[in-house]
């Protein structure tokens, strides 16, 4: 596991498991989506959220916890709005 710069051990377990929960309920919420008729406005919303969660991913990947942290809020965001929450 690599660490973002100025984070412990602990901190990038802990940012990594949030983000991950993060991840996980934008999932859940554009699954609710599948069976609703979304106008082109809500579409393209669905496309940035999922865009997000992508580059989340990638922040992941690299070890970038915090990038991967605030690009999985985002999308959570945007979901649980969209979802209705």
Same mark, same amino acid.
């Not at 989506?33 to 969660?53: D, F």
């Not at 605030?70 to 959570?76: D, E, F, G, H, I």
């Given at each position: /596991? !690599?660490?973002?710069? *100025?984070?412990?051990?602990?901190? @990038? ?8 929960? &993060?991840?996980?309920?934008? $999932? ?7 069976? %609703?008729? &979304?106008?082109?406005? !809500? ?9 997000? /969660?992508?580059?989340? %991913?990638?922040?992941?990947?690299? *070890? $970038?916890?915090? %990038? @991967? #942290?605030?690009? @999985?809020?985002? @999308? ?5 709005? &969209?979802? *209705? #929450?």
């Amino acid at each position: /596991m !690599q660490i973002s710069e *100025g984070m412990n051990q602990q901190q @990038a377990s802990r940012e990594l498991q949030t983000t991950n929960q &993060l991840l996980a309920t934008a $999932d859940a919420n554009l699954k609710k989506l599948t069976n %609703r008729q &979304l106008n082109s406005s !809500q579409q393209e919303t669905v496309e940035q959220i999922k865009s997000y /969660m992508q580059q989340a %991913r990638t922040a992941v990947n690299s *070890g $970038d916890w915090q %990038r @991967a #942290h605030t690009l @999985a809020s985002k @999308a959570n965001l945007l979901s649980a709005e &969209l979802a *209705g #929450h």
